[in-house]
């Protein structure tokens, strides 16, 4: 998908950040789709910069699995297969029950507050958009808490690289039951309670449905 936008100037030193920053909010939003080619010099003229601040804000995007770089062909916003999603989101099923456990005992009464505001939210809403970025800032925050050496930043990662493909999903299957938000409530329930287990048992199952559902809709995954 092409992107117009005007020619930002950047200060010399802060523009491979700046790049990152702006290019990983377009893809989150949907504004590229997975496979897009991703041409430096249309950023660099964009961003009036250097190609060094670019290929800086493309590595740094690649680590956090938004982009694909291929060595002397060029970079594609990350694309995955049915195979390459359910895998990655039965490897979520697995570890981010895990990374909730070490986050339970540290949210503080407010962070978890926060957390019951954004279900609510999620839940009298209908606008898909405004629906991804609540759901990402309810489940990313319960993950805030605590600080881990390798599983946040696996956990980022992993959202990143299926954000595009939860968008889609969202579009095709529109729970009617509530499942959803029922899912959301009590998970802030068992988290408020301090019960680490149920919230693992809760979140894995949360998981583990949107994995099932996204199976069902292959067509997904069709260019």
Do not use: K
Not at 7 to 25: N, T
Not at 191 to 197: A, G, H, L, N, P
Request: net charge negative.
């Amino acid at each position: 998908m092409s992107v117009v936008s005007p020619v930002i100037p950047l200060a010399h030193g802060s523009a491979g950040l700046r790049i990152a920053d702006d290019l990983r909010r377009a893809i989150l939003e949907g504004q590229y789709a997975p496979g897009a080619r991703i041409r430096q010099e249309d950023l660099a003229e964009r961003y009036a910069a250097s190609r060094l601040p670019v290929r800086e804000a493309l590595r740094m995007l690649e680590s956090e699995g938004l982009v694909t770089l291929v060595a002397n062909t060029g970079a594609w916003v990350t694309s995955l297969s049915l195979a390459d999603c359910d895998e990655m989101y039965q490897i979520r099923e697995r570890i981010e029950p895990l990374l909730l456990r070490y986050n339970v005992p540290l949210l503080s009464e407010a962070q978890i507050d926060h957390l019951d505001a954004l279900a609510s939210q999620m839940e009298s809403g209908d606008d898909i958009e405004h629906f991804l970025a609540l759901d990402r800032e309810f489940h990313l925050g319960a993950y805030d808490a605590a600080s881990t050496t390798l599983l946040g930043g696996t956990v980022h990662q992993l959202w990143n690289r299926t954000q595009h493909y939860r968008r889609a999903f969202m579009q095709v299957f529109r729970p009617s039951d509530g499942s959803v938000h029922h899912e959301h409530h009590l998970l802030v329930a068992a988290i408020r309670r301090r019960d680490v287990d149920e919230a693992e048992r809760v979140l894995a199952a949360h998981i583990r449905r949107t994995r099932f559902e996204l199976a069902r809709h292959p067509e997904i995954f069709i260019d």
